[in-house]
């Protein structure tokens, strides 16, 4: 049973940094890339980061040069580092896989706020 789970989330000012997790179990972690989306209320759900399984990367412009994504297969976990923060980042942030079939974490609410 393939499981995501993602963490990490909360309340934090504009300008501060954040580190969601993603801990998949399930599935042959170090074959398949990984990535994260997330969803801003009333609007559609995007594509954030991307993570190959050889490690490369690739990002939305919108966060390009302040988010990072990153994996570890030692710990079956893919991570998402998000610094200098802004209001424009508030949404909830999935964890996706495609492993034969989509599938999607329950999310986790980053709000960016003062």
């Known amino acids: 049973q393939v499981q995501l789970v993602e963490s990490g989330g909360g309340l934090v000012q504009p300008g501060g940094s954040l580190r969601l997790s993603c801990a998949t179990s399930?599935?042959?972690?170090?074959?398949?890339?990984m990535k994260w989306y997330r969803q801003a209320p009333e609007k559609q759900r995007e594509l954030v980061a991307t993570?190959?399984?050889?490690?490369?990367?690739n990002y939305a412009d919108s966060v390009k040069g302040r988010f990072t994504i990153s994996r570890d297969n030692t710990k079956n976990t893919v991570s998402l580092q998000m610094n200098r923060l802004k209001p424009e980042d508030t949404a909830v942030y999935y964890c996706?896989?495609?492993?034969?079939?989509?599938?999607w974490g329950k999310g986790t609410l980053v709000t960016v706020s003062s």
């Open positions: 399930g599935i042959d972690f170090s074959s398949v890339p």
């Open positions: 993570i190959t399984s050889g490690g490369t990367t």
């Open positions: 996706y896989v495609q492993w034969l079939v989509p599938y």
